[in-house]
């Protein structure tokens, strides 16, 4: 299989031969896997008991599907990721906005994947074959599972494709014998050690939950799911059957390794800590099933996740090939992880990555689905390709290649929710407005939603592109 040497560039009508059924496999394949899996134990660490943390969880990934899903749709219509679809609400310059959070996206999905991934490799090999849990085995149990991870991301969409494929079935198989394996000590007895509530009681520490377990896997997709859907062809697929395809494997792909997880971590009594219980408990006879779980699974989401970093990079820097891109990021991802094992505490990293970058990403989704709603998904594919082109002019131009409107709203939205966050280590100064809720997510997609409707109201910010409107070259390149 030849190597994909497509970026960020739009994919032609010939290769855009993808079924909504290769997107629900994708979503499948890539999430049942231990980096998916860890987030149904966030609330179970946070305090809550059973029937709390399976409604946060499934409350969440509800809320965030309904936000993600249509995102879907964007990439359908203009061919490309959607990082550079949004250049037009931002701008063919301020769609970077969009590259630099799907880059701390994926980048923080990446490094825990492979970090927890390892983890429970070292923790299995140690029990099957007496492997040592010293430093050494943990670096090179990162290495091989980064180096595999790059593998396929360098070859790209269709071997990720037929990898998540086969993922999609097998890990399934694996997540039903892990059910056996783990029933027998299953019970929702209140976990010991976690110390009560994490935020002081239970509204604020279940909404807590939701945001950080159930809301965080739909948003983690937000700049990714237009990296399968560009090669999707909309004059042979509605888009009716499209967003279908996203429902479908947003609910399923999250909620069912989440509340695994969840089960799991009831049942090797998790409490502060997930993967060395989930090894410590775990039966003889399924550590080769856990083995294959956290190796093939990890190298499953994390190969997908590097290759949307890949492309992003790809289109902040588009003299960079995307193979020479995901080169580049799989080396700062690999450090990350290395990172997150020897110097983080794993509840309170995830917390605090995904509380921020929900807070942040929320506005910029929020913004470019009404941008679509607008332009009732017509887009000028041309106009997209202007900054990847080295070129200036075109419909997405506005000022010097921002829509400054888009723009303002975007970083209005981020800094109101990041001053609303409640993170294990930091308070928002706005949470007293809150009651010490953490509404992040919610009040920074609002302001930078409604903002966006007030700065651009009675004006045109998804211009008619003229017949005979063309680039022209630009001297700044």
């Known amino acids: 299989m030849p190597v994909e040497q497509r970026g960020v560039d739009t994919i032609p009508e010939a290769e855009r031969t993808s079924a909504p059924r290769d997107l629900v496999s994708i979503l499948l394949g890539s999430n049942l896997c231990l980096g998916v899996i860890i987030f149904g134990w966030l609330p179970v660490s946070f ?3 059973w029937w709390a943390s399976v409604s946060s969880i499934v409350v969440g990934t509800l809320l965030g599907t309904l936000l993600t899903a249509p995102l879907a749709l964007v990439s359908l219509r203009t061919g490309t990721n959607l990082s550079t679809s949004s250049g037009a609400q931002f701008g ?13 996206l994926a980048l923080g999905y990446t490094a825990l994947t492979v970090w927890i991934g390892g983890d429970a490799m070292v923790g299995a ?12 085995s943990y670096a090179a149990v990162y290495a091989l599972l980064a180096a595999a991870t790059v593998i396929g991301a360098v070859y790209g969409y269709r071997m990720l494709l037929r990898l998540s494929r086969v993922l999609a079935v097998a890990m399934s198989a694996l997540l ?20 009560g509530h994490l935020l002081g009681s239970f509204w604020p520490t279940w909404l807590l939950a939701v945001v950080a377990a159930g809301l965080s896997g739909p948003i983690a997709f937000i700049t990714l799911l237009g990296d399968y859907t560009r090669y999707i062809s909309p004059d042979r697929h509605s888009s009716r059957s499209v967003l279908r395809a996203s429902w479908i494997g947003l609910l399923i792909g999250l909620l069912v390794p989440q509340l695994f997880g969840t089960f799991t971590a009831y049942a090797s009594r998790a409490a502060l800590d997930y993967a060395g219980p989930l090894v410590d408990a775990s039966p003889t006879w399924y550590l080769i099933p856990l083995l294959l779980a956290a190796s093939a699974g990890s190298v499953g989401n994390a190969g997908l996740m590097l290759y949307s970093m890949g492309l992003d990079l790809d289109a902040i820097l ?6 020479q891109a995901t080169f580049a990021v799989a080396g700062v991802a690999t450090a990350c992880v290395f990172v997150g094992h020897y110097a983080w505490d794993a509840e309170s990293a995830m917390t605090s990555f995904v509380l921020l970058l929900t807070a942040i990403g929320t506005p910029w989704a929020v913004i470019t689905l009404i941008g679509f709603v607008r332009c009732r998904g017509v887009y000028d594919s041309e106009a997209l390709q202007v900054f990847n082109r080295r070129s200036r ?5 506005y000022t010097a290649g921002w829509n400054l409107p888009a723009t303002a709203s975007w970083a209005l939205g981020a800094a109101v929710g990041l001053s609303a966050v409640s993170l294990p280590s930091y308070e928002g100064p706005l949470l007293s407005l809150t009651g010490g809720v953490d509404c992040s997510f919610l009040l920074s997609g609002l302001v930078g939603g409604v903002a966006y409707a ?12 003229p017949a005979d409107t063309e680039a022209q070259p630009s001297a700044m390149f």
């Open 318 to 323: 588009p003299r960079a090939s995307r193979p």
């Open 176 to 195: 039903i014998l892990g059910i056996v394996a783990y029933a027998p000590h299953f019970t929702t007895a209140a976990l010991p050690g976690t110390g």
């Open 125 to 136: 090999m140690h029990r099957l074959f007496g492997l040592s849990t010293g430093g050494l």
């Open 454 to 465: 007030a700065l651009t109201r009675g004006r045109r910010t998804e211009p008619a592109v």
């Open 92 to 104: 063919v310059r301020g769609r970077l906005v969009g590259s630099i959070v799907g880059l701390l």
């Open 47 to 49: 305090g809550l008991d």
């Open 393 to 397: 002019g075109g419909a997405y131009w």
